[in-house]
């Protein structure tokens, strides 16, 4: 019982350190792969469509909302301390610095991520990147690294309209809803969001996540077992792994970026 | 002097893991013929297509086409040995994003600077040889599953290659699929000077087409000759599998134990 226990945790550890090598060397092969991706700009242009601006209503409807319960909660809160002038300064530090780039990747891994986890399955599971292989087309070239680029570049994009309509859902809620002063809201917010400590911080994360989500999701559906099941599997493996990283690499960078900070 | 086979595989073994899934097989496919690779499901046949195409590499033994060594390429030598290469999918392996012109064109768009404007010809001549011209707009998922197997018929032949390869070419099509597409085999491969090779089970609609046929079974050439030779063979294998007989050396019952021990009869005589 317990030598079987021991040879479980053994086989299981092995199989994981096989898969984190094996992942390693798919996303070096990526990088090394992307010439095509920027030489021929057009495959990743129509990735860019296909993963973020597919993407813009679910994010721009979630950030307006956020932004518009972040207006609301806030001033409960600042009213309590007769300062809430300071609502735009609240809404925008924590759409700039977390809520932006975090729920924005959360969003991106559950719609784009797993859509490209399931076409990059069935390719494989329909034999079309063996076709692609067997015409002498490299598909990591062709396929994977184009998508991957395209994620790249769509996550602060999209992460900057989430914090824009964020922003824009505080005001209506704060300004036109509850009546705080239109241009102490404004003015305070520009007077204490810095742009490299803030905003630049903010684009940063997102291009980690962006590299994250989008590593995670062509990995799994190139690794999926070819069979419907598999392909499930694998879409669903994408959101839960892609969430978690996303939640502890902002824990990460958010200690290493606001660490003293004023 | 160019030699007269354009494949040849010479004592190749090959295994997933500890299973021998090819166990010495000698086979030559001779430029211009249509080579037919037959036998029953999981004996090989599509492990030996992979062979030939470099996708995997035998543990033993040697496969080369057109005079070069599959074993000793690197992958930009493979690469450009696949460009001599066509081959077609069991179920087509269309691109589905892309539309049938699309994806005949792909080839051509890849490995060549051809402007525009030939490409649109060289596709448009390559879809009238399979029928299907017509077709050249239509999306994956408007095609049946003949005409599928059609264009992708279509887009192996797109670069011209000295070699197509067929997995299954004629599984699941209706009875007028299965004579076009065994006509087309016939007709681009003496049209076009190509050589064929079809991995199939279906005896009848190959025998009509093929000028060579090898037969394996477990993993070892067990019958080869012409369509003729095969058609007259008394070799009990031979014989089951062209006349689609039920039981014999393979046999209708898989390995069990004895029927009266496991209906609780073991006492009595079965």
């Given at each position: 019982?317990?030598?079987?226990?021991?040879?479980?945790?053994?086989?299981?550890?092995?199989?994981?350190?096989?898969?984190?090598?094996?992942?390693?060397?798919?996303?070096?092969?990526?990088?090394?792969?992307?010439?095509?991706?920027?030489?021929?700009?057009?495959?990743?242009?129509?990735?860019?469509?296909?993963?973020?601006?597919?993407?813009?209503?679910?994010?721009?409807?979630?950030?307006?909302?956020?932004?518009?319960?972040?207006?609301?909660?806030?001033?409960?809160?600042?009213?309590?301390?007769?300062?809430?002038?300071?609502?735009?300064?609240?809404?925008?530090?924590?759409?700039?610095?977390?809520?932006?780039?975090?729920?924005?990747?959360?969003?991106?891994?559950?719609?784009?991520?797993?859509?490209?986890?399931?076409?990059?399955?069935?390719?494989?599971?329909?034999?079309?990147?063996?076709?692609?292989?067997?015409?002498?087309?490299?598909?990591?070239?062709?396929?994977?690294?184009?998508?991957?680029?395209?994620?790249?570049?769509?996550?602060?994009?999209?992460?900057?309209?989430?914090?824009?309509?964020?922003?824009?859902?505080?005001?209506?809620?704060?300004?036109?809803?509850?009546?705080?002063?239109?241009?102490?809201?404004?003015?305070?917010?520009?007077?204490?969001?810095?742009?490299?400590?803030?905003?630049?911080?903010?684009?940063?994360?997102?291009?980690?996540?962006?590299?994250?989500?989008?590593?995670?999701?062509?990995?799994?559906?190139?690794?999926?077992?070819?069979?419907?099941?598999?392909?499930?599997?694998?879409?669903?493996?994408?959101?839960?792994?892609?969430?978690?990283?996303?939640?502890?690499?902002?824990?990460?960078?958010?200690?290493?970026?606001?660490?003293?900070?004023? | 002097?160019?030699?007269?086979?354009?494949?040849?595989?010479?004592?190749?073994?090959?295994?997933?893991?500890?299973?021998?899934?090819?166990?010495?097989?000698?086979?030559?496919?001779?430029?211009?013929?249509?080579?037919?690779?037959?036998?029953?499901?999981?004996?090989?046949?599509?492990?030996?297509?992979?062979?030939?195409?470099?996708?995997?590499?035998?543990?033993?033994?040697?496969?080369?086409?057109?005079?070069?060594?599959?074993?000793h390429l690197n992958q930009k030598g493979l690469y450009r040995l696949r460009r001599k290469m066509?081959?077609?999918?069991?179920?087509?392996?269309?691109?589905?994003?892309?539309?049938?012109?699309?994806?005949?064109?792909?080839?051509?768009?890849?490995?060549?600077?051809?402007?525009?404007?030939?490409?649109?010809?060289?596709?448009?001549?390559?879809?009238?040889?399979?029928?299907?011209?017509?077709?050249?707009?239509?999306?994956?998922?408007?095609?049946?599953?003949?005409?599928?197997?059609?264009?992708?018929?279509?887009?192996?032949?797109?670069?011209?290659?000295?070699?197509?390869?067929?997995?299954?070419?004629?599984?699941?099509?209706?009875?007028?699929?299965?004579?076009?597409?065994?006509?087309?085999?016939?007709?681009?491969?003496?049209?076009?000077?190509?050589?064929?090779?079809?991995?199939?089970?279906?005896?009848?609609?190959?025998?009509?087409?093929?000028?060579?046929?090898?037969?394996?079974?477990?993993?070892?050439?067990?019958?080869?000759?012409?369509?003729?030779?095969?058609?007259?063979?008394?070799?009990?294998?031979?014989?089951?599998?062209?006349?689609?007989?039920?039981?014999?050396?393979?046999?209708?019952?898989?390995?069990?134990?004895?029927?009266?021990?496991?209906?609780?009869?073991?006492?009595?005589?079965?």
């Amino acid at each position: 019982m317990l030598k079987q226990s021991i040879e479980n945790l053994g086989n299981r550890t092995l199989e994981g350190v096989w898969r984190i090598g094996y992942a390693t060397r798919f996303f070096v092969l990526i990088l090394l792969h992307s010439g095509t991706a920027f030489r021929r700009f057009g495959l990743t242009i129509r990735e860019i469509y296909f993963s973020g601006v597919l993407s813009l209503i679910i994010i721009l409807v979630s950030g307006l909302f956020v932004g518009m319960v972040l207006g609301l909660q806030g001033y409960e809160t600042l009213q309590t301390f007769g300062s809430e002038e300071a609502l735009g300064i609240l809404v925008a530090l924590s759409l700039v610095r977390e809520l932006g780039p975090v729920v924005a990747a959360l969003l991106f891994a559950s719609r784009a991520g797993s859509a490209i986890t399931a076409e990059i399955g069935l390719m494989k599971a329909t034999e079309q990147l063996s076709a692609m292989e067997m015409m002498a087309v490299d598909p990591i070239a062709r396929v994977v690294a184009p998508r991957f680029w395209a994620g790249v570049i769509s996550m602060p994009l999209l992460a900057a309209l989430f914090s824009a309509m964020g922003i824009f859902g505080g005001y209506l809620v704060g300004v036109q809803l509850i009546g705080v002063d239109e241009g102490l809201f404004w003015s305070q917010m520009r007077s204490s969001v810095d742009f490299e400590q803030d905003i630049m911080n903010g684009v940063i994360k997102s291009v980690v996540f962006g590299i994250a989500i989008t590593a995670i999701a062509l990995y799994e559906g190139y690794d999926a077992p070819p069979t419907a099941e598999g392909v499930s599997g694998a879409t669903t493996r994408t959101v839960v792994a892609s969430s978690l990283a996303v939640l502890a690499l902002d824990f990460v960078l958010t200690a290493f970026m606001f660490r003293g900070l004023n | 002097m160019q030699n007269d086979n354009l494949v040849e595989i010479e004592d190749v073994e090959f295994g997933y893991g500890d299973r021998l899934v090819l166990k010495g097989v000698n086979l030559t496919a001779k430029r211009g013929q249509v080579i037919a690779i037959m036998g029953s499901s999981g004996c090989g046949k599509t492990t030996l297509l992979r062979l030939i195409g470099g996708q995997i590499k035998p543990g033993q033994g040697q496969v080369r086409v057109a005079g070069e060594s599959l074993g000793h390429l690197n992958q930009k030598g493979l690469y450009r040995l696949r460009r001599k290469m066509g081959m077609l999918f069991q179920f087509g392996a269309l691109f589905t994003d892309m539309s049938v012109f699309d994806n005949v064109a792909f080839q051509l768009r890849e490995h060549t600077d051809l402007p525009e404007d030939a490409i649109r010809d060289l596709v448009l001549m390559k879809l009238h040889a399979v029928g299907l011209r017509g077709a050249a707009q239509m999306m994956p998922s408007e095609l049946s599953g003949g005409m599928a197997r059609r264009v992708a018929l279509a887009r192996a032949i797109a670069l011209e290659p000295a070699l197509v390869m067929f997995d299954e070419p004629f599984a699941g099509l209706d009875p007028i699929s299965l004579g076009v597409t065994g006509n087309l085999i016939r007709r681009l491969t003496d049209t076009l000077g190509l050589t064929s090779l079809v991995v199939t089970h279906d005896v009848q609609e190959s025998l009509k087409i093929v000028d060579y046929v090898y037969f394996v079974s477990e993993g070892v050439i067990v019958a080869e000759g012409t369509a003729d030779d095969i058609r007259g063979s008394d070799l009990p294998y031979v014989h089951q599998f062209v006349h689609g007989e039920a039981d014999g050396p393979v046999p209708f019952h898989y390995p069990a134990p004895p029927y009266a021990d496991d209906l609780g009869l073991g006492g009595l005589r079965a």
